[in-house]
């Protein structure tokens, strides 16, 4: 769970240096220094408790810091949707980089699609107002992170959705 932590908040510092908006991108780095400080401190918690033996509470410091790192990610993960409808800069040839930025691309691209969608199909009520009944979210960066297969390295790849799976499940 922090190694995966620490692949989002890679995912995170790639985007703050690419990110057009200095305010987002300021965001973005704070995020992604929140959730490496708090990933680093679940891997200490995580050794100690794996030496130490089971107990109440190590097991619940540990439980505590795996859902503030999660606190954490959903944080990083908004900024990041910010910075990529604010808009990025060109990758350099690191592979890395454009695999991040098609990545964002992609989930900028359904986010476009979407909001067409909701744009042709908007119902309205007699005032004009647009219904929120029944009306789908937006996509978030969210489902993409957790339908990503395994990784080799610490390079994130292209979403590729598998039905029931999340990278959640590999760690529980």
């Known amino acids: 769970m922090a190694s995966d932590g620490q692949v989002v908040v890679q995912f995170?510092?790639?985007?703050?240096?690419?990110?057009?908006?200095?305010?987002?991108?300021?965001?973005?780095?704070?995020?992604?220094?929140?959730?490496?400080?708090?990933?680093?401190?679940?891997?200490?918690?995580?050794?100690?408790?794996?030496?130490?033996?089971?107990?109440?509470?190590?097991?619940?410091?540990?439980?505590?810091?795996?859902?503030?790192?999660?606190?954490?990610?959903?944080?990083?993960?908004?900024?990041?949707?910010?910075?990529?409808?604010?808009?990025?800069?060109?990758?350099?040839?690191?592979?890395?980089?454009?695999?991040?930025?098609?990545?964002?691309?992609?989930w900028r691209e359904n986010l476009s699609r979407h909001r067409a969608k909701e744009a042709l199909n908007s119902d309205r009520d007699e005032l004009g107002l647009r219904k929120t009944r029944g009306k789908k979210a937006e996509p978030t960066l969210m489902p993409l992170v957790q339908e990503q297969p395994p990784r080799i390295g610490n390079i994130p790849k292209h979403p590729n959705p598998r039905k029931g799976h999340s990278a959640m499940d590999r760690h529980l």
């Open 12 to 106: 995170g510092h790639i985007l703050a240096k690419h990110c057009l908006d200095q305010r987002c991108s300021m965001e973005l780095l704070r995020a992604a220094e929140h959730a490496h400080s708090i990933g680093s401190q679940l891997g200490i918690v995580a050794r100690v408790k794996a030496v130490t033996g089971e107990s109440k509470a190590s097991s619940e410091l540990l439980l505590s810091n795996v859902q503030n790192l999660i606190r954490a990610v959903q944080h990083l993960l908004r900024a990041a949707e910010a910075a990529c409808v604010k808009g990025l800069g060109q990758p350099s040839a690191d592979p890395e980089e454009e695999e991040v930025a098609a990545f964002c691309q992609q």
